[in-house]
């Protein structure tokens, strides 16, 4: 079974930053692309910055210039650097990742979610 855990969320004053990391574990044989949503109360879950295997990079246009993903692929694990932070980045923050386990199976698994909330 592969669990993805996400940490790195808090408060912060617009302007601010804050680093999130997610963990890949368990079963994970490979990485595929990997990338980080989130969900604002009352709105859709939408894709914040993505990353592949090859290191490609793509970001919401909301979110260019001020976010940064970023892999340790030796430590199964995905960065989300997010500087000048505005109130409306505030919401949970989900990291995806499209995985190959030790049975060979390739499946899309998420985190459980961090919060991240962001004061004018």
């Known amino acids: 079974q592969v669990q993805l855990v996400e940490s790195g969320g808090g408060l912060v004053q617009a302007g601010g930053s804050l680093r999130l990391s997610c963990v890949a574990s368990?079963?994970?044989?490979?990485?595929?692309?990997m990338a980080w949503y989130r969900q604002a109360p009352g709105k859709e879950r939408e894709m914040v910055a993505g990353?592949?295997?090859?290191?490609?990079?793509n970001y919401a246009d909301s979110v260019k210039g001020r976010f940064t993903i970023s892999r340790a692929n030796r430590l199964n694990t995905v960065y989300l650097q997010m500087n000048g932070l505005k109130p409306e980045d505030t919401a949970v923050y989900y990291c995806?990742?499209?995985?190959?386990?030790?049975?060979?199976?390739?499946?899309?698994?998420w985190g459980q979610g961090t919060q991240v909330t962001v004061s004018s």
């Open positions: 368990g079963s994970v044989f490979s990485i595929n692309a």
């Open positions: 990353m592949t295997s090859g290191g490609m990079t």
């Open positions: 995806n990742g499209n995985i190959k386990n030790l049975e060979g199976y390739v499946g899309t698994y």
